[in-house]
C-alpha cells in the first residue's frame, strides 16, 4: 500500500519536472511584446502606454503622455526634441 502511493507521488513529480523543463526550452514563447514609441523611438512593453487608431488602419504608440501631448497637441518635430531617438539620430557626433 506505502509503496505504491510512494510510486503515484513520484510519478506525480516527474510529471511536473517535466513539465518545468519544456517551460524553459520554450522561454522565447512567454517573452512580453515591446512596441515603439511613436514619438521618441524607446521601447516599451505592450501593454503599457496609449494606442492611437486612426481611421486610414494606421496606429501610434505612444510611451507615456508626455510624447503623446508633445505629438499630437504641440505638433512639435520628433528631430528638434534633444530627448528623442530621432534626435540623437540627426545630431549624433563622429568620432575619428
Same mark, same amino acid.
Given at each position: 500500500?506505502?509503496?505504491?502511493?510512494?510510486?503515484?507521488? $513520484?510519478?506525480?513529480?516527474?510529471?511536473?519536472?517535466?513539465?518545468?523543463?519544456?517551460? *524553459?526550452?520554450?522561454?522565447? +514563447?512567454?517573452?512580453?511584446?515591446?512596441?515603439?514609441? &511613436?514619438?521618441? #523611438?524607446? *521601447?516599451? *512593453?505592450? +501593454? @503599457?502606454?496609449? +494606442?492611437?487608431?486612426?481611421?486610414? #488602419?494606421? &496606429?501610434?504608440?505612444?510611451?507615456? %503622455?508626455?510624447?503623446?501631448? %508633445?505629438?499630437?497637441? $504641440?505638433?512639435?518635430?520628433? @528631430?528638434?526634441?534633444?530627448? &528623442? *531617438?530621432? +534626435? @540623437?539620430?540627426?545630431?549624433? @557626433?563622429?568620432?575619428?
Amino acid at each position: 500500500m506505502y509503496l505504491a502511493v510512494l510510486f503515484l507521488i $513520484l510519478n506525480i513529480l516527474h510529471i511536473i519536472v517535466k513539465f518545468i523543463n519544456d517551460l *524553459e526550452g520554450r522561454a522565447d +514563447y512567454y517573452k512580453m511584446a515591446m512596441a515603439k514609441c &511613436t514619438f521618441c #523611438g524607446c *521601447e516599451q *512593453e505592450d +501593454y @503599457k502606454g496609449t +494606442y492611437l487608431f486612426k481611421n486610414d #488602419g494606421s &496606429t501610434n504608440y505612444y510611451c507615456g %503622455s508626455k510624447c503623446h501631448k %508633445s505629438h499630437l497637441k $504641440l505638433h512639435r518635430d520628433r @528631430k528638434r526634441v534633444a530627448w &528623442t *531617438e530621432a +534626435y @540623437k539620430n540627426v545630431h549624433k @557626433k563622429i568620432n575619428k
